[in-house]
């Protein structure tokens, strides 16, 4: 098959790492229908666990870049990943129990709908989202990145922990990972700086996609030679790739950044709304 050449394996983790770290989105919701479509005798557990591979691989590589940016928020990314975890545990027990087409065109629907929003929605003035330094509710952070440009902003940290443990919920469904969820919620709902909030996604995605990664290797899931071999090519593929997606992140505007995720979102959205029909 043509996708399992190696060059084409290779091709293709590049332009995920590439896309998925631009966006913050770990690339899954590019993997997983490449997946279904070029490999439908692929179970859909093999399927999520090898494209759960290539999202900690293309997490990890691009939040190191992202570290060196000094554009992550640790304080709030290592809170929201860690209240991602009951949301995960919650996902894998409903999911048994909620009949699978119905929950992807209704999901698939919201996902569309969600992206027609951010790709029409006038981006927020500052002047909207200035919030009373002495409100406990809210966060309140600056940080200056490499090249010395300053963000100030606040957020609500409880609807952060809120927001996150549905990305969890959500994440075990989709295989996708989350951060395609994860960066609009921060820019739009927590008011995040959107080149924060997508170096931020990044991290938090990094530490869920390796907990999962660790779940399936426990599980046995990359013990086949045929799965195992296309983890590697494409996870040699993704980590230069991921590199030059946050490279890219610097040079390209906030907003076109949230326009292209709005893109994908909807894209994403049809995916698993023609899942469940």
Known sequence: MWIDNVIILLAAGFLIGCLGTLIGAGGGFILVPLLILTHPQLTPGVVTAISIAIVACNAVSGSIAYARSKRINFRAGILFALFTIPGSILGVQ??????SNL????FGLLMIVLGI????????PVSEIAI????NVWKHYEQTDREGVKYTYSYNQLAGILISIVVGFISPILGIGGGIIHVPALVRWLKFPVH?????????LAIMSITSVITHIKQGSYNDPYVYRMVLLLCAGVIP?????AYFSHHIKG?????ALAVCLAIVGVRVFF???
């Open 132 to 135: 009373d330094k002495n409100n």
């Open 117 to 124: 929003f951010l790709f029409l929605n006038k981006k927020v």
């Open 94 to 99: 409903v999911v048994k129990h909620v009949p």
């Open 241 to 245: 790739g991921a590199q030059l997606g």
């Open 255 to 259: 907003n076109t950044i949230i326009k």
């Open 275 to 277: 899942q469940g029909v």
């Open 196 to 204: 924060i909030a997508t170096a931020t996604s990044h991290f938090i």
């Open 103 to 106: 929950f992807s065109i209704l």
